[in-house]
């Protein structure tokens, strides 16, 4: 079995992507507006979901949940930015109430609070100017 490795595409680019990730949350709407505010294109809008488009072509499936969802639990997934201070910067500016950074071996991080009081956390980016 033959793997296709990224040296192998026309471009610079790795040869898969993140297709989607899911959350559930209560309220949809408020959490389109959240996220969408973050950054995030809407894509599809329903009753019972609703698909958000991030840098790259993946998508975030925010489903509508049956029942509450517990605030405090950190969602799946990390979001990255090119630039973080002027990220936490903004986000302070809009009232989002970033905490402090936190740096890693790889990233520095700071954490919002997002629908639902689900901790969301933002990341450096780690890309070194590579096209992704």
Request: glycine share 10%.
């Amino acid at each position: 079995e033959e793997t296709i490795m990224a040296s192998d595409s026309p471009d610079s680019r790795p040869a898969v992507a993140l297709g989607h990730v899911s959350l559930e949350v209560s309220d949809l709407p408020a959490s389109v507006e959240f996220f969408t505010g973050l950054g995030m294109r809407e894509i599809v809008l329903r009753d019972s979901f609703a698909v958000l488009e991030l840098r790259g072509g993946s998508h975030l499936i925010l489903n509508q949940a049956e029942g509450p969802v517990s605030p405090g639990t950190k969602v799946p997934f990390d979001l990255m930015v090119d630039d973080i201070e002027a990220t936490r910067d903004a986000f302070e500016e809009r009232g989002l109430s970033p905490s402090g950074f936190e740096k890693g071996q790889v990233h520095t991080e700071f954490t919002i609070s997002g629908p639902d009081g689900c901790n969301v956390t933002m990341t450096s980016s780690h890309t070194s100017g590579r096209v992704v």
